[in-house]
């Protein structure tokens, strides 16, 4: 192995990867045998520190993997259980107490921008000794979208379980198509091509990112509608090989679910979730919109759910 192989079949993210058959952002499930795993993985290598750290092994090892970029936990104590519209448990809601640092967030927006349509990267904290070394325990993901501005043009590229989704559903009047994401899983790197590459924040803190190129495989697509006052974004992704949807929130509120033409949906963040059953697992669904009321989202959920 090389010193800087940093490559999808070396160390703690190989054994984790096994374990989940996803790659992309939107998803959020912790189930708890992934989670159990990570607890004996994490476990097989721990490297003392000279001084205490504020660190997300368990959490962050899981988020680089599924891509969840707005950072959440295991530990959730609180739960809501959502139904889709035959009655079926398909989405939990749980709280938890863990944030992505800000800083974090904006070091994965800066990597997106750096790589190309449909790429992804494995993000690493620390000082440049500790992502050398591998001693690192801050990881995250990311992955950047392929962008299509011709509604037919994407509706031709989307494949497999997403093409059965809600894509072609009529949308509000008033709002037009103003474009397509295609978010692609990850094709394992060689070993020739695994170099790590450095940088550092404004404010001097370092990071290190390796890129991997896209698979053939479709993980989530999103849309972007306008109006003559406000955006709205929709995506679908697709989950499998688990019993339910997990979203984590730091106060689950029963006050925030929102039934829509039968499917219970949660709203967060100015953003409404829910989850239907798929052949092959489930399609967790999100409507977005930063000047958006719930109600309006709702309105637009509905025209979405009308069928």
């Not at 530990?75 to 863990?98: P, Q």
């Not at 955006?231 to 499998?240: A, D, G, K, P, T």
């Not at 984590?248 to 409404?272: C, F, I, M, Q, R």
């Amino acid at each position: 192995m090389k010193p800087n192989d940093y490559s999808p079949e070396t160390g703690t993210i190989s054994k984790i990867k096994a374990l989940i058959d996803t790659t992309y952002i939107p998803e959020r499930d912790f189930s708890d045998k992934i989670m159990k795993r990570i607890d004996q993985i994490g476990g097989l290598s721990q490297t003392p520190r000279k001084a205490p750290v504020i660190t997300f092994k368990k959490a962050v090892i899981a988020i680089c993997l599924i891509g969840l970029l707005s950072g959440f936990s295991y530990a959730a104590s609180e739960w809501l259980n959502l139904r889709d519209k035959e009655g079926n448990t398909v989405m939990e809601v749980k709280k938890t107490d863990m944030q992505i640092p800000a800083w974090q967030s904006k070091v994965l927006d800066d990597v997106r921008k750096q790589i190309m349509p449909g790429e992804s990267a494995i993000v690493y904290f620390g000082s440049k000794q500790e992502i050398t070394n591998k001693t690192t325990d801050q990881i995250l993901w990311t992955t950047s979208p392929i962008e299509y501005l011709d509604y037919s043009t994407f509706q031709d590229a989307i494949q497999g379980p997403l093409a059965n989704s809600r894509l072609n559903s009529q949308v509000l009047d008033g709002y037009h198509f103003a474009a397509g994401y295609l978010y692609m899983n990850y094709e394992p790197q060689s070993q020739s091509d695994s170099s790590l590459i450095f940088a550092r924040t404004g404010d001097g803190k370092d990071y290190a990112y390796v890129t991997r190129k896209p698979g053939s495989e479709i993980q989530s697509v999103a849309l972007k509608y306008k109006n003559d006052r406000q955006e709205i974004s929709y995506s679908v992704n697709f989950l499998r090989g688990v019993e339910k949807s997990r979203f984590y929130v730091t106060s689950p509120s029963k006050n925030e679910v929102v039934e829509v033409n039968g499917t219970e949906a949660y709203y967060y963040d100015h953003t409404l979730n829910w989850v239907e059953k798929s052949a092959d697992g489930f399609l967790e669904y999100n409507i977005s919109g930063p000047a958006a009321t719930k109600e309006q989202l709702a309105v637009f959920a509905q025209a979405i759910l009308a069928h």
